[in-house]
């Protein structure tokens, strides 16, 4: 909502203020003053001149010499509008004058002629262009005939304005028209509010004489008034009204399409002109669309109707969309007589299907989708019946052609002063309340030490005690509000187990290096189960932005590896990045089973220490490892069973199982897939937080530091390549029984010394006895029963 | 004989003042106090000697022998440490060539945001709780007293997955599911999560993007409770001497509605870019639950009242830390996420 300060100040003192404080003061009372637009910003020293001749440059076909007179001399004046024209009355830049931007303008030579200065268009004196209206919008502005040679078009014609941006909450549609926002500022500055006063004579014949009026639907349209204004003059609205509708932006068309805007923008109600002949017979009648029903609309569109579309017809056809926009067959036009002015009461909720169904919005219908004052309807009608008489010429007919069952009750809210101080934590005085509610004009009794208030119809968005609450609070003033803490009983606070286990995850990957990232969750439908270890049916968007965000993922590595490739492309070679987040999977609900996942990529160096020669390349065992220490943070085992996955190295891939459930996979990206994401050697890995959380973790307890020396033994086998170290492991386990203590790989060999298709691996084997030092005789023995069950299991011992 | 011995003894002390190092001092050791040296020789010569003779020769000897062990090891402890600076010389090492990388990693902004938050409000007793962000309808709006045609849905648009399932749009429908689960009994929670919103991404809009919501539900909930629970949280998260002001606002599911702006943290209020010259910047929106939210959750709105707020913490990072593009936050460069691993304290 744009508002005039000039305008505004028709309606309510506004006692002087600079702009920028009125802005602050009503922002500060709740309704938020985007912005404080200067209209005069940057301009001076521009006059009314008078085009006493207009004739070709003789150098230059696009250019005029004019000499203009501008009270004080005529000054020749280059000028290369196509519409300027001898006898006409112009906007005229001196030299010397400023123009928005800081455009300084100087006596200048154009073609070899003197120009003394510039005619300007509106557009040159900061002006929108799709403000301008039609007629001048390709070349320069023509001011009234009446206009006063040599005087300050700043001044003159209400350039001297200040107009206060506001970004109005849905509930405020009261603001949305000039009284609506007087209202307020008459509330704030404690100021009385003057209505328009509304008078003009009337014709002798009946509206009704010339007019019926049906309405079928009336649960859609309460209420409708029609005046008939006849001899109307379609002409140029006067200067100060096409101002104040540019002001407010709008752009002037004809002053009977202007006055129903003024209206509009005066009073909130928005107001349709019909050309009366156009209608044809004589009638309006309010309906539902038929079927297949066609209306074109003032834009231009031929629109297809539904039954749900509430319709103005002339008893035959559709001649406007009813609160959304006017028809072409009904419009006013420059050889239009007699009009008749609409102004109805139309159900938010029909409006809005409506406009949401043609894609149509308009000033008209954005006022009633929020509901428009019932008691503004008939003024409205008759402010516009009036200023048509005024501005137009019109015969005014008698009386006004109305249907009207539209309650216009107030609502009564009773509240309590105790219930508003309990609510705020404050104490504020009964007579201060009271003196509030009249600044608002509310009109209240106080009974019983009850506030009954009786809530004007413009103001629907105060419906229950809270909101009385919050005007007497916005306008006592916030800063009033004193700083408490609840006195509620103590609660104790902080994470869940899971939250718990969440942050050590976090915290742990951050310490061994690797960096958090943050991913969408939104995805192309190719890459929604690319690496998803549960692929479930896809879940897309109704209406999604883009195909590449189109549906939600069931795995976090696609978009993790796309940050990869980012950085890499930057020529950061080593990336280690971690992701937690959700994962959309179809479940049996109509929610669907969010999972939240751990996701790790890295690539590049994983040790870099260059001078002294150390590099380790990331790999397998690295990523491995760190999912070992996390486990171990966890207390649960994590086993790594040999795996596959589109995408991953065949060779070189491993599910995550935790008590024989597979929670995650680890592996290495395809060379396939490195190359399609020009990627180098890449580990990836990506597991269920859910379920790795799953279990709660045993309570800790110590286990007592051992007191006797443990003895160590290593054995070297030769085995065939494709048999596990795991597999050996397990079997050296159960055949050391209790006495062995920890069993490690510290040597692997795959090379020449050996036949094809072996490899030697060696074993360092702990054993220990917590109740004494073991013998070597002890160890010995039991050591001779693991090399047996080795040897008989087809190992062959290494010398 | 005696003659011989000092003979011997001013020998014995030359070669240890020659001696330049342990070797040669431990060759001269050997060569006169070994058990094949002239001193031990002298020793077992005087056998010969008349009887009455031997104890002064003895002594003559003891003295001598004594005198050059004292010297010789004053000697080597000067020979020795002189060695070991001459090794510690030798292994001197260049200290200024960097140290062993140490791999870290760190947090992302917007969760070391979130978790500065959660912590704050922990402290002050609130739990956190964590919703769907595949969400109904019914919780993302209709709880939140947000009915279908309501013309505050215009604010928010939505990504809807079927009539009645959409990406909720904030992370007030934790809030509603709390209060449904809960049964009528008091709250004091803190829902952080991510959220969604059909917006063009540019610099300062995001298809996803972060909240962090705040509820208290109990008896007597005052909106200077609220106040003074905003203000601490302002003065812990942008520094003690932030002032809060509240402004009137709207949200549907609150009543009051404000929003809270913080004195500038850059110029202290005196007006600078940060805060576009007016000394403050908007934070949050908050406000005092409206009864129909508690109604609908069950609650008796007569007798218990509560407070909301709700802030962004992509923006509080970008006022915090100075980030100028929204876009930063996911596209996961290491060169951004690396910047945040220090700590502030
Ligand atoms: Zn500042």
Known sequence: MLVSIKWLKDYVNTQDLAPAELGEKITRAGIEVDAVIDRSEGLSNIVVGYVESCEKHPEADKLSICQVNVGESVDQIICGAPNIAAGQKVIVARPGARLPGGMKIKKAKLRGE????????????????????????????????????????????????????????????DAMS???????????LEEEVQL????????????????????DSPEANPLYAAKVIRNIEVKESPMWLQ??????????????VDITNYVLMEYGQPLHAFDYDLLETGNITVRHAKTDEMITTLDGNERKLSLNNLVITNGEKPVALAGVMGGENSEVSENTTTVVIESAYFQSASIRSTSKEHGLRSDASSRYEKGVDPNRVIPAAERAAQLLAELAGGEVLKGTVLFDELKREEKVVTVSPDFINSRLGMKIRFEDMLDILNRLQFKTEAINNQLIISVPTRRQDIQIEEDVVEEIARLYGYDEIPSTLPETATTPGGLSPYQLKRRVVRHYLEGVGLLQATTYSLTAEKSATHFALKPTELTKLLMPMSEERSTLRQSLLPHLLESVTYNTARRMDSVALYETGSVFLKGQDELLNEEEHLAIAMTGLWVDNSWQGEKKAVDFFVLKGIIEGLASKLGVEIEFERGEMD????????????????????????????????????????????????????????????????????????LSKIVEAGSIEKLIRSAGGKLLKDVRVFDLYEGDNLEAGKKSVAFSLTYFDPEKTLTDEEVTAVHENVVAALVESGAELRS | ?????????????????????????????????????????????????????????????????????????????????????????????????????????????????????????????????????????????????????????????????????????????????????KGGEPIKIICPGKVYRRDNDDATHSHQFTQIEGLVIGEDIRMSDLKGTLSVFAKKMFGDDREIRLRPSFFPFTEPSVEMDISCFKCGGDGCNVCKKTGWIEILGAGMVH????????????????????????????????????RHFYTNDVRFLSQFERTEV
């Open chain 1, 243 to 256: 101002q104040r509708l540019m002001a407010a932006g709008v752009r002037p068309h004809n002053n009977v």
């Open chain 1, 178 to 188: 000039m009284l609506g926002v007087a209202y307020e500022v008459a509330a704030i």
């Open chain 2, 1 to 181: 004989m005696e003659t011989q011995l000092n003979e011997l003894k001013s020998q014995a002390l030359e070669q240890i003042a020659a001696a330049t190092n342990v070797k040669e001092l431990n060759a001269v050791r050997v060569a006169y106090l070994g058990k094949k040296g002239p001193i031990t020789d002298l020793l077992k010569g005087m056998g010969k000697l008349p009887a009455e003779e031997r104890p002064k020769m003895g002594a003559l000897v003891n003295v001598v022998r004594e005198e050059v062990t004292t010297r010789l090891e004053e000697r080597m402890a000067i020979l020795e440490e002189q060695a070991i600076n001459e090794k510690l010389q030798s292994e001197t090492i260049d200290i200024t060539l960097p140290g062993r990388p140490v791999k870290t990693g760190n947090a992302h902004p917007l969760t070391r945001v979130i978790e500065e938050i959660e912590d704050l409000f922990i402290s002050m007793g609130y739990e956190v709780e964590e919703g769907p962000e595949v969400e109904k309808d019914y919780y993302n709006f209709e709880a939140l007293n947000l009915p279908k045609g309501h013309p505050a849905r215009d604010m928010q648009d939505t990504f809807y997955i079927s009539e009645e399932i959409l990406l909720r749009t904030h992370t007030s429908p934790v809030q509603a599911r709390t209060m449904e689960a």
């Open chain 1, 114 to 173: 003197v120009s003394n200065g510039m005619i300007c268009s509106l557009q040159e004196l900061g002006i929108e262009g799709k403000l301008v209206p039609k007629a001048y919008a390709e070349g320069i502005y023509v001011l009234p005939e009446n206009a006063e040679i040599g005087s300050d078009v700043i001044t003159n014609f209400d350039l001297d304005d200040t107009v206060l941006e506001l970004d109005l909450t849905p509930n405020r549609a």
């Open chain 1, 647 to 718: 995408g991953l190295h065949p060779g070189r891939t491993a599910y995550l199982m935790l008590d024989g459930r597979r929670i995650g996979v680890i592996g290495q990206l395809h060379p396939t897939e490195q190359k399609a994401r020009d990627l180098k050697t890449t580990i990836v890995m990506e597991l269920s937080l859910a379920e790795l959380f799953a279990e709660a973790t045993d309570a800790l307890l110590y286990t007592q530091v051992p007191r006797y020396p443990s003895i160590t033994r290593d054995v070297a086998l030769v």
């Open chain 1, 196 to 215: 328009p006063e509304i008078t003009y004579t009337e014709a002798e014949d009946e509206a009704s004489s010339m007019l019926t009026l049906n309405v």
């Open chain 2, 291 to 326: 009864p129909n939210v508690l109604e609908m959750a069950g609650y008796d709105s007569k007798r218990l009242t509560g407070f909301a707020f709700g802030m962004g913490p992509e923006r509080i990072a970008m006022l915090k830390y100075g980030i100028e593009d929204i």
